[in-house]
């Protein structure tokens, strides 16, 4: 929808995607969530799967889009549990950006019970990584898609 958006911005290659997509169809596209200004190192895993349609509620996906969006959470979910997650979350928060993005946020061993699923990434030991590192998930990911 043009320069102003985010998710658009990601879809269309005009932000760095380390590792590059993870998962794509027509409607749909899986990636990892990128480093960017305000989050230089994110959270090993955090995987976002988007519309390449510039919609913002989750009403407004077709039929198709839907449908698309479940395939790619599920090899994405597949993956993360592969590499070690013992949960995925799943999240349509949908204030950030206004463009449907639905997250998906792996909980690892190790993380104290009762910790909320957006909070994992502030644990002392969460893994995080640079361009670099992402990268080398998204390729370890990647394989067990």
């Known amino acids: ?9 990601e879809v269309a290659g005009k932000i760095e995607i380390p590792g590059g997509l993870l998962w794509e169809d027509d409607n749909a596209v899986a990636f990892h969530l990128p480093p960017l200004d305000d989050n ?23 039929v198709a889009e839907a449908e698309s969006v479940a395939r790619g959470s599920r090899k994405v979910a597949v993956g ?15 204030l950030g950006v206004e463009h449907f993005h639905q997250h998906l946020y792996p909980r690892y061993p190790g993380v104290p019970p009762g910790t909320p699923w957006m909070a994992v990434d502030e644990l002392p030991n969460a893994p995080h990584g640079d361009a670099q590192q992402i990268a080398a998930f998204v390729e370890r990911l990647r394989a067990h898609l």
Not at 1 to 9: A, E, H, T
Not at 43 to 50: D, I, T
Request: hydrophobic residues 40%; aromatic residues 4%; charged residues 25%.
């Open 1 to 9: 929808m043009g320069d102003y958006c985010l998710v658009c911005r």
């Open 80 to 94: 993360l549990r592969a590499e070690g997650a013992e949960r995925v979350h799943v999240a349509v928060i949908g």
């Open 40 to 62: 230089p190192r994110p959270y090993l895993g955090h995987c976002m799967v988007v519309t390449r349609r510039h919609i913002d509620h989750v009403g407004d996906l077709t």
